[in-house]
Nanobody, 115 residues
Framework: QVQLVESGGGLVQPGGSLKLSCVASGSAFRLYLMAWYRQAPGKQRELVATEAGGNSANYADSVKGRFTISRDNAKNTSYLQMNSLKPEDTAVYYC?????????WGQGTQVTVSS
C-alpha cells in the first residue's frame, strides 16, 4: 500500500508562490505516475498536473505557464511549484500516484490565495 504525505500549503497573496511536496512510500517511486489534483469548496476535484518522469508533464489549461510539476526519485518526492497564484487557485491540493493497478491519494494540503 503506497502512502503519500503532502506538505507546503498555506496562505499566500495574489501573485505569490508556493511549492507543494508529496513524499511517497515504497521502493518503486521512479515507476510511479504522479499527479496533483485540487478541489475548491463546492466544486469537483480537478486534475492540475501529471508527470511520469522525463519530460512527460501535462497541465490543466488554467495553470499552464504558472505551475511546474517535478520529482526527485532519490527522495521519493513529487513537487508542485506554483507561481503567479490567483484567488481562483484556492483549494485543497492532493497528490496521487499510480503504478499499474495500484493507486493512492494523499491527505491534502490547503492553499489559500487572498490579500
Amino acid at each position: 500500500q503506497v502512502q503519500l504525505v503532502e506538505s507546503g500549503g498555506g496562505l499566500v497573496q495574489p501573485g505569490g508562490s508556493l511549492k507543494l511536496s508529496c513524499v511517497a512510500s515504497g521502493s518503486a517511486f521512479r515507476l510511479y505516475l504522479m499527479a496533483w489534483y485540487r478541489q475548491a469548496p463546492g466544486k469537483q476535484r480537478e486534475l492540475v498536473a501529471t508527470e511520469a518522469g522525463g519530460n512527460s508533464a501535462n497541465y490543466a489549461d488554467s495553470v499552464k505557464g504558472r505551475f511546474t510539476i517535478s520529482r526527485d526519485n532519490a527522495k521519493n518526492t513529487s513537487y508542485l511549484q506554483m507561481n503567479s497564484l490567483k484567488p481562483e487557485d484556492t483549494a485543497v491540493y492532493y497528490c496521487h500516484s499510480q503504478w499499474g493497478s495500484r493507486t493512492a491519494w494523499g491527505q491534502g494540503t490547503q492553499v489559500t490565495v487572498s490579500s
